[in-house]
């Protein structure tokens, strides 16, 4: 078993024996230096794999050591002991390449944390599975995201909050995901929130958690999002649509690290590795107030921007290939592939949707065609339908009666399902159940019928 070396550097006595002490407890052989002078000398010496350092020493500052760490010794991570309440100082930090703070008085519990989630960077990196990369943004040779690799890389290494910004459908979820996966908490969950999905009035449930019988429906406890993460990541979409009210907790929780389920008396201990996006401007959104600008600067720490699709269009080929084979694993069909002319065409369009506006052309040509190569007519961008003689109205065929629309208020997507659930049904009845059959007096392919009948859990 290897024994791990960890370099303390401390100007108080008190602090350095206490953290020897505990990391020996922990099977760590320990270094200790008073100030930045004994802690270069020791480097020179020594290559540890966790360095511990106050910010203020006698004969400089602790982001000193950061950088010089940093520059000459990029594998060891740093962890900075910073004054109690000090989170300007704590960010400072963690901008100049710390790994992760602790603040005084050093609670051991989260000290032990911390090393052990530091001792595991030097772990070797787990082998990251192309399949769980969906929809394979990651994949790509051109400089934008051969750059965005080598950033995920970089920011796994480290506890820092990051900002993750870029146009919708960019793959601003799946960017934090590979940030996970690549980081020490791999083992640990990964929770992702749309915070525009959840109503005010379960915020406060849904982010912390609540006690059995605290409001009228809590008829047992729940943990709430951050508790479900704990030690893992939390990635928190959409952050910019939190309504004031809740920007307050959250910032409370992200400091304290320690959240109060609703109906409780006693505040929880939680550890988290914070990440958020959005597709709006926050800097924007603080000078016109909606957005408070502490909680803005707590979780931009660190911001990656996702290029936009358009940036990177030679990459389009080896996405769209990747995509058709995961829609053709998941529909348990033959994989199709692209013509020139039809790749030619994907890169001169725009893209405003980004990966996922790419998902969505490719699945709807997939599933209308019946050969197995997909030409530019096929995509459908900006020409009539012309694969099958089917698309989104193929299934009206089955029956000439139109559509009675109900009065008031309708969910619009559920009533078309019905609609062609309906269709499908009579024209299986029709042809007693011969899909290829039906498929034809649909006026869709036989793949198209296959998609409709999974995607309704008709099959």
Known sequence: M?????????????IR??????????????LTAADLAGAFRLLEQHTPQLCLTDMNLPDGNGIELVQWIQQHRPDTPVAVITAYGNMDTAIESLKAGAFDFVSKPVELSRLRELVNSALKLSEPS??????NDEPGLLLGNSAHIKKLRNQTRKLARSQAPVFVSGESGSGKELVARMIH??????TGPFIAVNCGAIPSELMESEFFGHKKGSFTGAVENKDGLFRSADGGTLFLDEVADLPLAMQVKLLRAIQEKAVRPVGDTKELPVDIRLLSATHKNLAELVQEGSFRQDLFYRINVIELAVPPLRDRKDD???LANHILERIAREYECDAATLTQDAIDRLKDHDFPGNVRELEN???RAFTLCDAD????????LGNGLSCGGG?????????ASPALVPEGDIDLEGYLESIERQAIEKALEATRWNKTAAAKRLGISFRALRYRLKKLGME
């Open 2 to 14: 290897t024994t791990h070396t960890a370099l303390i550097v401390d100007d108080e006595p008190d």
């Open 17 to 30: 024996d206490l953290l020897e002490i505990t990391l020996t407890r922990m099977g760590i052989k320990t």
């Open 126 to 131: 787990p082998v990251i599975d192309d399949n």
């Open 181 to 186: 996966l690549q980081g020490p908490r791999n």
């Open 316 to 318: 389009i080929a080896l």
């Open 361 to 363: 052309i490719l699945e």
């Open 373 to 380: 190569k997909i030409s530019a007519n096929d995509l459908h």
């Open 391 to 399: 698309g989104a109205n193929g299934a009206a065929t089955a029956d």
